[in-house]
Every structure is written in C-alpha cells, then in structure tokens.
C-alpha cells in the first residue's frame, strides 16, 4: 500500500503507540487524524506532527462515546473528503483481583477499549470500503492468552480479536485489509494510567520498562504490516512464545503465567 496522501485516522494518538504511528504515517506522506480526550495534550501532539512538516487534523473524542466517534468521522470527511486509514489504538489497561474489582471499572475498559474499538470502524468503514483501505486494531498478546489482575482488560482485547475475525471475513471480498496488531509488553505509559480495583489510576508502573519494546518500534512494524496488508502482526519473541504455548499446553500455561505475575512489585497474589 502506498500511503502518501492516504488519510489516516489513529485514535488515541497523544502519546505511546498512537503518537509514535502518527509520526510513522505521517513521514510516509500520510495526512493525519489525531484523537484524545485530553485537550491540552491533543495539542501538544498536534503542534508537534505540525512542526514536523504533516497535514494533521486533531479532534478531542472521548474513544468510548459513540457520538464523539461519529463526530470523529465527520469531520475527518468534512476535512480530507475521505478515510483510507483506521488505526484503533485507544485504550486502557487496568491492575486487580476480580473479586476486588469495581464493576464500573470493567466497564470502563471494555467501553474503551472494545466498544471504542466498535464506534470508530463503524463510521470509517463506509469510506474505507469504498477506498478499499485498511482497519487496524492495536490489541495484545492479552487477546491471546489472559492474565491474572488484567480480567477486564483481557476479556476486551479477546472480544477485540474476535470483532475484527468476523469483520474480516464479511469485508473480504470488498478490498478491505482488516490488521490486528499485538504488542507484547511496550515501555508506554498505559500501566502507568492502569485503573486500580477502584478506578483510580495506577502510578508508577509495576514492571522494569526498560527491556521492553519502544512505542517507536512498534509503530514501524504496524507500518511496514499495513503496507504489505497482513493479517495478523503478533510481537516479541515472548510474545509469539506465549501465543504458541497457550494454543498447544494451556493448562501448563496456566501455572507459568500466575507464576511471572507474581513476581511484579505488589503483585495481589503476594
């Protein structure tokens, strides 16, 4: 696919992986769109892409309102005329026991994470079809295999997953390339921003950053799998690892997942 003058849509684009693929894009000629519900962020992301030379258009949208997706896409039509693009990176991640767990919590990540996900293919897709473009969802290794503590945050990565399965298979014949991206653990600030039992956020995340992934990285293999139009886009050695594993020995897998997250800093279990 060649991207260059190709509008792209990338929700949650202020920071981590979404700010680091509207640059990736954006340097292959891309005219961009930018979401965030932080209005002084969004900013800041958008004085950046604009100094560094893009077309981009900021919306403040809330990924888990299904009005503020709808007005999304239309201003991205009223401003480019069209979506060939659609990267759904919104997201949250959240840290409890389930037993523990505020039910407003789940929620809250499920609106985000996967009915976000829903609202903004569901207003791009009419112009994506009809120029026969791209959806990307940014999932994770969590849409694969679940995680202790992670409960809600797994159930919409694997509801995610299963969304974009079907999706792909109705548009299949349309033109339209259908990508799911799973990151492994990425040095982001999404565990940092994690919800706790109550919904207050996280702070200081739980895991050494320092070995894992950039954001940058990541976003350069989304890129190169959008341009060569792939299914699935599954990273890190661990990660694929993981998938492998919990296809062939889950219930071994059982143990060795409870095993690794118990060894975080103030992991529940200790």
């Not at 992934?213 to 976003?219: F, G, H, L, Q």
Request: glycine share 8%; proline share 3%; net charge positive.
């Amino acid at each position: 696919m060649e991207l260059k003058n190709k509008v792209v849509v990338i929700t949650g684009a202020t920071s981590g992986i979404g700010a680091a693929c509207a640059y990736a894009f954006g340097r292959e000629g891309a005219k961009l769109a930018i979401t965030g519900r932080n209005a002084e962020k969004l900013e800041v992301e958008r004085k950046i892409l604009d100094e560094a030379g893009f077309d981009v258009l900021a919306i403040l949208a809330d990924a888990g309102s299904e009005s503020d997706n709808q007005k999304m896409a239309e201003e991205v039509l009223s401003k480019y005329g069209k979506i060939d693009v659609l990267i759904n990176n919104a997201g949250i991640s959240m840290r409890a026991l389930f037993q523990d767990l505020d039910l407003e919590v789940f929620r809250k990540v499920m609106d985000t994470n996967f009915w976000g996900t829903v609202y903004a293919t569901k207003f791009c897709l009419p112009s994506i079809m009809a120029n026969k473009g791209s959806i990307i969802g940014i999932s994770s290794i969590n849409g694969y295999r679940g995680t202790p503590a992670r409960t809600a945050y797994t159930a919409s990565k694997y509801a995610m997953n299963g969304f974009f399965e079907s999706l792909r298979t109705e548009v299949m014949h349309r033109g339209v390339h259908v990508l799911v991206a799973s990151p492994g653990f990425t040095a982001s600030n999404i565990r940092s921003n994690a919800l706790t039992a109550n919904g207050t956020t996280q702070g200081e995340s739980p895991r050494n950053e320092a070995n894992m992934m950039s954001p940058e990285d990541v976003a350069q293999a989304i890129l190169k799998a959008t341009k060569k139009r792939k299914r699935d886009l599954v990273l890190t050695t661990q990660g694929k690892l993981a998938v492998f594993l919990n296809k062939w020995i889950p219930g071994i897998m059982d143990g060795m997942v409870y095993r690794e997250m118990a060894k975080e800093p103030d992991s529940p279990f200790n």
